[in-house]
């Protein structure tokens, strides 16, 4: 269900390391992945509530975006941090274009960051600003079975997987994030191979990140916990094993990698953000 609603600001100050603003031109998101915690921090409760059913579409929000542009500082905005920018009303909606095309016009940095195809619309503005702009598709597993049970409605990993590609190949700048690494789910060595393979061939950063527990996902996790019962684990020793599986793959690929939220940010991160 969709729902249209007014706001008042649409650039959101985020206080992190990598990113001045955010730009989130729709609440809620369409793809429903299990683990999401964006349920848990976003402002409009039955949105939360009704995770991937019920999204809102912030119908002024070229009118606010273009008045904001004109009176903050410029700097690296964030598109999006707590839905997907490219979810299905996008093709329709077009406020995340539109919100590039003011942005990067206004001479905003840009770092997007999706699962889906739909990005690869975009390419003529992305690769007319290239300079100032980076693409960051999410890959959690390449396994489509695996993707279906955690990601219900996000677009097939083979999917992002081409849409990597041909950012790349166009001269975007790219990146993959691994996450949320989930144990007997996506830990293994031979699934992050080969996202680790996919950033090789692409010349993207890997940024990897582990499953958190937030409200609210006890419940829609619950159908991932069925099939692998150590899903939701947060055990150290098992953490500390996959950060030198993903360092080992990496080096050895050559491909630069990090954790999505490195510990020196503790103190204004992006979940204290949100």
């Keep these: 269900m969709y729902k249209r609603i007014k706001v008042s600001n649409v650039l959101s100050k985020t206080g992190l390391y990598d990113l001045d603003y955010a730009y989130n031109p729709y609440a809620g998101c369409y ?69 590039l095309e003011i942005l990067l016009g206004s001479g905003f940095e840009v770092s997007i960051q999706t699962k889906s195809p739909l990005v690869l619309r975009d390419l003529d503005i992305l690769s007319r600003h290239r300079d100032r702009v980076d693409v960051g598709i999410t890959i959690t597993t390449l396994n489509p079975t695996v993707a279906r049970l955690i990601e219900p409605r996000a677009p097939e990993p083979a ?33 992050i191979e080969g996202i680790v393979a996919l950033a090789a061939e692409t010349g993207s950063r890997l940024y990897y990140d582990f499953f958190r527990m937030k409200r609210g996902l006890a419940a829609s ?28 793959l990496c080096e050895r690929e050559g491909v630069p990698y990090e954790p999505a939220f490195p510990a020196r940010e503790r103190g204004s991160s992006l979940l204290e953000y949100l």
């Excluded at 542009?69 to 093709?91: H, L, N, W």
Aim: some cysteine.
């Design 159 to 191: 999917a992002r997987a081409e849409a990597l590609k041909r950012l790349s190949m166009e001269g975007v700048n790219t990146w993959i994030f691994l996450g949320p690494i989930m144990r007997g789910v996506n830990d293994s060595p031979e699934a």
């Design 31 to 99: 793809h429903g992945c299990r683990y999401c915690y964006g349920r848990a921090y976003t402002r409009y409760g039955e949105v939360a509530e009704a995770w991937g059913e019920i999204i809102y579409v912030k119908e002024n929000a070229m009118q606010i975006l273009m008045e904001e542009v004109r009176r903050v500082r410029r700097g690296v905005v964030g598109v999006s941090t707590i839905t997907d920018p490219y979810q299905p009303i996008e093709a329709e909606e077009r406020l995340t274009r539109r919100g």
């Design 221 to 248: 996790m619950s159908p991932v916990k069925e099939r692998y019962p150590e899903a939701m684990s947060m055990e150290h020793g098992w953490r500390m094993r996959v950060v030198e599986i993903v360092g080992k």
